[in-house]
C-alpha cells in the first residue's frame, strides 16, 4: 500500500503529541547511590509499592567493603531495576585526568556488565563533580545520560541527559509536598517527571525510613503514572524522537523495536508498535 492513500482528504492538521506507555503523561523515577547493603531494604519498599529505581555502583568498591552489596548479590537484588555507573572507586573526577576518568568509567561499566549480564549505560557523577569535558568524554564511552546532585523542581524532562537534575533529595523538606503536586497534577498537555534521589544508608543514619515508605505508599500503585528506571525514560524519549511522521500527520513509522504511544484528536491514545508504518487516519 503506497503512503499517499494514507493522505487526509479534509486538509485538517492531524494533531499529535508524544505520550509516556499507555498513553500516559507522567513518570517517575528513582535514583540511589552507592551500592550500600541498605539497598536491600529500599528495594523491598520500591518492590512493594511497583516504584522502579536506578541504583548507581562502584564496581570497584563493591568486591572489598563488607558496607557495600556483594557482587555475586548484583544481578538477583537490582532485577527489575537499573545498575548504573558511579565509576569504578568514586573519585572526584573533575580534579582527574581524562585518561584516569576514562578508565573510571570502562571499568566501573565492564564490571557491572559481567554481573548483570546487561547493557550499562547510565551514570551518577560520584560526588556531584563534573564538567563539560567529563560529560562530552562518558558519551563519547557509551554513556546515555548523567544524573547531578542539584535538584530543580520544575518536574520537566532532561533537557541534556548528560546533566540530568533530579526534582528533589528524599531528604527535601518539602518531599511530599512535591509528590501531592505531582499526584494532583491532571493537564495531559505536558509530560511531566518527578526523580528523587539519594543514598539507602542515610535512612539508617538519620533513623527516618518512614520518609521512603511514606513517600512510595503515597506516590506508588496509581494508573497514571509510568514508574520507570533512568535509562527506560531516556531510551523511551530517544524511540519517540526518531517516529517519522507524514507531511500531514496521517501515518507514523517507528523504527526503533519498541513501541511508542502518542495521542492523536482522530483516534485518541494509539500505540505505534516498533518496525511498523501506523495508519493514524481517522476511522
Ligand atoms: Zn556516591
Redesign the pocket.
Known amino acids: 500500500m503506497s503512503l499517499v492513500q494514507f493522505g487526509e482528504k479534509e486538509g485538517k492538521m492531524q494533531k499529535i503529541y508524544i505520550c509516556f506507555p499507555e498513553g500516559k503523561t507522567k513518570a517517575l523515577t528513582m535514583s540511589y ?2 551500592g550500600r547493603t541498605q539497598d536491600e531494604r529500599l528495594i523491598d519498599i520500591f518492590n512493594q509499592y511497583g516504584i522502579k529505581g536506578t541504583f ?1 555502583l ?1 564496581y570497584g568498591i563493591m568486591q572489598h567493603d563488607n558496607m557495600r552489596i556483594p557482587a555475586e548479590r548484583v544481578k538477583e537484588l537490582y532485577s527489575g531495576h537499573e545498575v548504573a555507573t ?1 565509576t569504578l572507586t ?1 573519585p572526584t573526577i573533575e580534579r582527574c585526568p581524562l585518561s584516569e576518568t576514562a578508565y573510571e568509567i570502562l571499568e566501573d561499566r565492564k564490571g557491572l556488565e559481567m554481573l548483570t549480564g546487561g547493557i550499562v549505560r547510565g551514570h ?1 557523577y ?2 556531584g563533580s563534573y564538567n563539560k569535558e567529563i560529560k562530552q568524554l562518558f558519551q563519547q564511552l557509551g554513556i546515555a545520560y548523567g544524573r547531578v546532585v542539584e535538584a530543580k523542581p520544575d518536574f520537566a524532562l532532561p533537557s541534556d541527559p548528560m546533566e540530568w537534575h533530579p526534582t528533589c533529595h528524599h531528604n527535601a523538606s518539602n518531599l511530599m509536598e512535591l509528590a501531592e503536586y505531582f499526584a494532583n497534577f491532571q493537564k495531559r498537555q505536558y509530560l511531566k517527571l518527578m526523580y528523587v534521589w539519594g ?1 539507602s544508608y542515610e535512612f539508617d543514619q538519620a533513623h527516618n525510613w518512614e520518609v521512603i515508605e511514606t513517600f512510595c505508599r503515597y506516590i506508588g500503585g496509581r494508573n497514571d503514572i509510568w514508574y520507570a528506571t533512568n535509562i527506560e525514560i531516556i531510551d523511551y524519549m530517544e524511540a519517540a524522537k526518531n517516529l517519522r511522521f507524514t507531511a500531514d500527520n496521517t501515518a507514523v513509522y517507528n523504527p526503533s523495536a519498541q513501541s511508542v504511544w502518542i495521542q492523536t484528536n482522530d483516534k485518541g491514545t494509539v500505540e505505534i508498535e516498533g518496525g511498523k508504518i501506523s495508519n493514524l487516519h481517522r476511522l
Do not use: I, L, V
Request: aromatic content about 0%; charged content about 20%; glycine content about 0%.
Open positions: 547511590d552507592d548507581n562502584n558511579h568514586h551518577a560520584p560526588n543514598h
